[in-house]
C-alpha cells in the first residue's frame, strides 16, 4: 500500500503536521420533567483530538492512504493515518516501512527469522524481506481516520 506522506512546505519530513487550534464542544442535553438532575453540569464535556490522538508531538506525523490502494478492511483509499515514531514497531503492529524507496503501510510479521509485511488486513503478503537493511521502518499506525459520507476525501 503506497502512501502520499503530507508534510511542511520544503523538502523531506521536516516536522510534525499538527493542527493545535481546534477543539470540539461536546454536549449531551437530556430532557426531562420535573427537577433538574444534579449531575447535568458534568454532561458537557471538551473533546480535544490532539489529546485523544496524538501521544507524542514531536515525533508523530499524518499520513493520507494514496488514491491507488485497494480497499481493505482496515485502511482505504483516502484514510488519514496517525503514525507515531517514536513507538518500537512489534510483530503484529500496523507499520509505515521504506522499502525499495518506496512508502507502504502494512501488518509488520517477523517469524522464525524471515521479516515479512502483510496487507493491512493481514490476510495476504505485501513482500517479503531478503536482505534486512532493505526495510526500514518509519513508524507505528496509532488511528486511522476515514470519511464515511458523500465523498472521495
Known sequence: MLLN?????GQGFSGPVIDRSNELQVK????TTGFPSPAE???QQTLDLKKLLVRNETATFFL???ETVPLHAVIAAGDLLVVDRSVSAQNGDLVICIYRDAFYAGMLQ???GITRMLKPDGRSEL????????LMIWG???????KHKGCTR
Open 64 to 66: 493520507r492512504a494514496g
Open 28 to 31: 449531551t442535553e437530556y430532557k
Open 5 to 9: 506522506p503530507e508534510v511542511p512546505a
Open 41 to 43: 453540569d458534568y454532561f
Open 140 to 146: 507505528v499506525v496509532m488511528w486511522s481516520v476515514r
Open 110 to 112: 517477523v517469524k522464525d
Open 127 to 134: 513482500f517479503r524481506v531478503t536482505l534486512p537493511d532493505t
